[in-house]
Nanobody
Framework: QEQLVESGGGLVQAGESLRLSCAAS????????TGWFRQAPGKEREFVAS????????YYADSAKGRFTISRDNAKNTVYLQMNSLKPEDTAIYSC????????????????WGQGTQVTVSS
């Protein structure tokens, strides 16, 4: 059974950093992309970053470029999101998702989702 479990969220001040982790179990070798999405209160879910199974292809939302880095450790079946220079507008629930159908940035291309982890950035 596929399972994605996020960790690493919390409350930080603006300018600080957090590293989110997404531990996957199941048929992880079938995942073409693993991504991070976020949803703030009253807003739609938005793409943050994604990484291919090999790690050779990475995509970032404009809001994440230069501040966030996605990486993976296939030996641990874990994908990370290093978030630096956090801003209050980064406050959201961050969810990890896996795609077995080839999607990279669109949430509809992801067929497995974790429960999410709260990230709160105070000003």
């Amino acid at each position: 059974q596929e399972q994605l479990v996020e960790s690493g969220g919390g409350l930080v001040q603006a300018g600080e950093s957090l590293r989110l982790s997404c531990a996957a179990s199941g048929r992880t070798l079938t995942y073409s992309f693993t991504g991070w999405f976020r949803q703030a209160p009253g807003k739609e879910r938005e793409f943050v970053a994604s990484i291919s199974r090999s790690g050779s292809i990475r995509y970032y939302a404009d809001s994440a470029k230069g501040r966030f880095t996605i990486s993976r450790d296939n030996a641990k079946n874990t994908v990370y999101l290093q978030m630096n220079s956090l801003k209050p507008e980064d406050t959201a629930i961050y969810s990890c998702a896996a795609s077995t159908i080839g999607g990279a940035t669109g949430p509809r291309s992801y067929n497995y989702w974790g429960q999410g982890t709260q990230v709160t950035v105070s000003s």
